[in-house]
């Protein structure tokens, strides 16, 4: 059996797969229509109130340093805008699909992971600040793509909970990136999850090919740019070590990326410095949507 096959075969027999809310898909198919007002979000997701009490939360967090105090949802849309408001919806649902397990193994750090996925998301911001590229990236797309790169992991722990350590224990005794572990014990790896996992979210191309393709950027056929630029993020995440785990080693980086992306040996540095401030703000941001 072709392991893609295989793969879908696993997976789709899963039952209790998680799926996107209803508020976020309701979103993203609103936030491209020229005529959507912020009136328009601010009512789709004040559908869910839970979710609107973190939407303001996190709208005056650190992590958004917004000057003057946003009291509603329109004006944090106004304030905010569509594009930083989906980002944060969207954000804010996939962590209320993945609640941490009490039971958690500390072989995966949940915590960790997450705050992986956010430094993830924030370095490929950063990036686009310093992309030399003629065709601008949207920083929100790209910090999305950073967010939710890894997610297959989490599935992978939830429903191949033992072949998945056993990937865990591979790749630090055999000091393989882990990735290639998960090749290695299961014959498919997290991007082949991912992509199981989200076909039925509706997520622009955008983002979802580089939660697919950050390992093997130059295999993709299209979005190459933002395929590239997750890749890159991921690379830096673990040279500033904001990684799950420290004993598993970096996945190798393309030496094309530099290229590709018009980026400077003088803007890793740079990028690098301002990392570590604005993960401060990522850890923020975990706790209030972790635990708001």
Aim: with cysteine; hydrophobic share 40%; aromatic share 8%.
């Amino acid at each position: 059996m072709h392991i893609n096959e295989q793969l879908k075969d696993r997976i789709t027999h899963l039952s209790n797969l998680p799926t996107l809310p209803q508020v976020a898909s309701r979103l993203m198919k609103i936030i491209n229509d020229p005529l959507t007002s912020s009136s328009d979000a601010a009512f789709v997701i004040g559908q869910d109130l839970s979710l609107s009490a973190k939407v303001l939360r996190l709208a005056n967090s650190a992590f958004y340093g917004i000057p003057r105090s946003i009291t509603n949802l329109n004006n944090a849309v106004v304030i905010l805008g569509l594009k930083v408001i989906n980002t944060l919806v969207l954000s804010l649902t996939v962590f209320d699909l993945f609640p941490e397990s009490r039971s958690s193994a500390a072989l995966f750090d949940r915590k960790a992971f997450w705050l992986h996925s956010l430094s993830c998301g924030v370095a490929a911001k950063l990036l686009v600040s310093k992309s030399k590229k003629l065709i601008l990236f949207d920083p929100e797309e790209a910090f999305c793509t950073g967010l939710l790169h890894d997610i297959g992991k989490v599935i992978m722990e939830q429903y191949f909970h033992e072949d998945f350590h056993e990937a865990l224990k591979t790749a630090k005794n055999e000091n393989l990136p882990l990735f290639k572990a998960e090749q290695k014990i299961m014959g498919f790896d997290h991007t082949d999850v991912t992509q199981w996992l989200t076909q039925t979210w509706n997520l622009p191309s955008e983002i979802h090919l580089p939660l697919i393709y950050h390992h093997k950027p130059s295999k993709a056929d299209t979005h190459q740019d933002i395929i590239f630029l997750c890749h890159f993020s991921d690379w830096l995440c673990y040279e500033t070590g904001m990684v799950i785990n420290k004993k598993y080693p970096a996945p190798d980086l393309d030496p094309g990326s530099v290229n590709i992306l018009q980026i400077q040996p003088d803007d890793i540095v740079e990028i690098k410095k301002e990392l570590d401030i604005e993960l401060k703000k990522a850890s923020a941001f975990y706790e209030l949507a972790a635990n708001g």
